[in-house]
């Protein structure tokens, strides 16, 4: 049984650039999370895909997207990039919509130049 | 809006000692807590957890204690090693629409010394 992978591990980009972040969920979790670190915080919560549908959003723009597919992995799609941006990106799975027992993976670092 | 503190950004113990990290909230509606562990390059993990009908749970060498009428829980290690110096978070679980999602307090290193 595999963990919660994210790729890539590390990502440059540059103001106004668009990025795609990835995640495949443990084996037999349904529902994945999405959450920012930035430096010196706690994660705070983008959103939540259950059975490939969002059903709950933090307090993050529209810029923020995501999907979840049929093999229930998801992307994290974050358009026009702003320096604020830069952040340890984590994402959880969990199997079902309860948060008691969700697995993080080891995040994607993104700084945004 | 921080509805989770923890105030004391790091905390340095000596190997053998007892460890104490505190965390405080601020909405009442929150009904279970957990503390995560995360090392560098690492996401955070699971360590222990307390619903608010309890006032204490118990695993190992780790304790959480929750005192509901000061919003106050604390996360006893003893005795602190070394594998223990990490970055502790604590969390509330929080409805949000259709979904369940973890409000993070700012974390608190800890280092155990030898």
């Known amino acids: 049984e595999t963990g919660v992978t994210q790729s890539p591990t590390h990502l440059i980009k540059t103001r106004g650039q668009q990025v795609t972040l990835r995640c495949s969920s443990q084996?037999?979790?349904?529902?994945v999370s999405w959450y920012q670190q930035a430096l010196g915080q706690g994660p705070q919560f983008i959103f939540q895909?259950?059975?490939?549908?969002?059903?709950g959003r933090g307090n993050f723009p529209p810029r923020f997207s995501g999907l979840q597919f049929p093999n229930y992995s998801s992307e994290l799609n974050v358009n026009a990039l702003e320096l604020d941006d830069s952040a340890l990106y984590l994402c959880?799975?969990?199997?079902?919509?309860?948060?008691?027992?969700?697995?993080f993976g080891p995040g994607t670092r993104l700084l945004v130049l | 809006d921080q509805q989770v503190k923890q105030n004391s950004p790091s905390l340095s113990v000596q190997e053998g000692r007892i460890s104490i990290l505190n965390c405080d909230y601020t909405?009442?509606?929150?009904?279970?807590f957990l503390w995560y562990k995360k090392y560098p390059a690492e996401g955070p993990t699971f360590l222990i957890s307390?619903?608010?009908?309890?006032d204490k749970n118990e695993d190992g060498r780790f304790t959480v204690f929750l005192n509901k009428s000061a919003k106050h829980l604390s996360l006893h290690i003893v005795p602190s090693q070394p594998g223990d110096s990490a970055v502790y978070f604590c969390?509330?679980?929080?409805?949000?629409?259709?979904?369940?999602?973890?409000?993070f307090g700012q974390g608190t290193r800890l280092t155990i010394n030898p």
């Open positions: 959880a799975s969990s199997a079902g919509q309860r948060q008691e027992t969700q697995y």
């Open positions: 084996s037999g979790h349904n529902t």
């Open positions: 895909y259950y059975r490939e549908e969002e059903n």
């Open positions: 909405n009442s509606m929150f009904d279970y």
């Open positions: 307390i619903s608010s009908i309890k």
């Open positions: 969390a509330a679980i929080s409805q949000i629409q259709g979904a369940q999602k973890l409000v």
